[in-house]
């Protein structure tokens, strides 16, 4: 049912949105030079590497790790980087990996892949075994300012109480964060 869910859901979002994603695109274009998606490598379900589309907002060459790890990373970023990022629009790509079924929409985030840490956490705890999500437990729990093992505790508890109905709940959660609360540290 979860896998029915995503590909209408994804294949309903993305045409829907073709307005934004052509807008976005656009003003992507005109505000920097380089590509308009940015594929990143990206750790997925038992601990398979898939390229994971974003709408890029960091700058063309910007070094490929994570942004809590950089010493300033608005350095780095697109003049509607940081726009794309707090609203979330830059995720919209993911809904390819969807489709693929490379991710979901409800899951844990997808690791970097070289995030050592995040990785081996979530291999000892079983979380490795889920398809990552564009959005999840952790995410709505806070988001950017989570300590990886925060995160991860979240993940485990989103493998010990994972259901649709949950997975509807997590969803639902996921808009009021991005509409009404400003927790996106760039």
Same mark, same amino acid.
């Given at each position: 049912?979860?896998?029915?869910?995503?590909?209408?859901?994804?294949?309903?979002?993305?045409?829907?949105?073709?307005?934004?994603?052509?807008?976005? $695109?656009?003003?992507?274009k005109?505000?920097?030079? !380089?590509?308009?998606?940015?594929?990143?490598? #990206?750790? !997925?379900?038992?601990?398979?590497? /898939?390229?994971?589309?974003?709408? #890029?907002?960091?700058?063309? =060459?910007?070094p490929?790790?994570?942004?809590?790890?950089?010493?300033?990373a608005?350095?780095?970023?697109?003049?509607? =980087?940081?726009?794309l990022?707090?609203?979330?629009?830059?995720?919209?790509? +993911?809904?390819?990996?969807?489709?693929? %079924?490379?991710?979901?929409?409800? =899951?844990?985030?997808?690791?970097?892949?070289n +995030?050592?840490d995040?990785?081996?956490?979530?291999?000892?705890? =079983?979380v490795?075994?889920l398809?990552? !999500?564009?959005? %999840?437990?952790? +995410?709505?729990n %806070?988001?950017?300012?989570?300590?990886?093992?925060?995160?991860v505790?979240?993940?485990?508890?989103?493998?010990?109480?994972?259901?649709? $109905?949950?997975?509807?709940?997590?969803?639902?959660?996921?808009?009021?964060?991005? /509409? /009404?609360?400003?927790?996106?540290?760039?």
């Open positions: 049912m979860k896998r029915i869910f995503d590909i209408m859901l994804s294949l309903l979002s993305a045409f829907f949105l073709i307005p934004i994603i052509l807008m976005v $695109i656009l003003v992507i005109i505000t920097s030079r !380089g590509p308009v998606l940015y594929w990143s490598d #990206r750790i !997925g379900k038992n601990n398979i590497i /898939f390229k994971m589309p974003k709408f #890029r907002t960091m700058r063309f =060459g910007t490929a790790i994570p942004t809590h790890l950089m010493i300033d608005s350095q780095y970023l697109t003049p509607i =980087g940081s726009f990022r707090k609203t979330s629009l830059d995720e919209i790509p +993911q809904l390819w990996s969807i489709l693929k %079924g490379d991710m979901s929409f409800v =899951g844990p985030r997808p690791a970097l892949f +995030q050592d995040l990785i081996a956490l979530r291999t000892q705890l =079983g490795h075994t398809v990552p !999500g564009l959005t %999840g437990w952790a +995410q709505i %806070g988001r950017d300012s989570l300590p990886i093992s925060e995160k505790v979240l993940d485990k508890e989103y493998v010990e109480k994972k259901s649709f $109905i949950f997975d509807i709940y997590i969803f639902i959660r996921t808009f009021q964060k991005i /509409f /009404f609360e400003k927790n996106v540290s760039h």
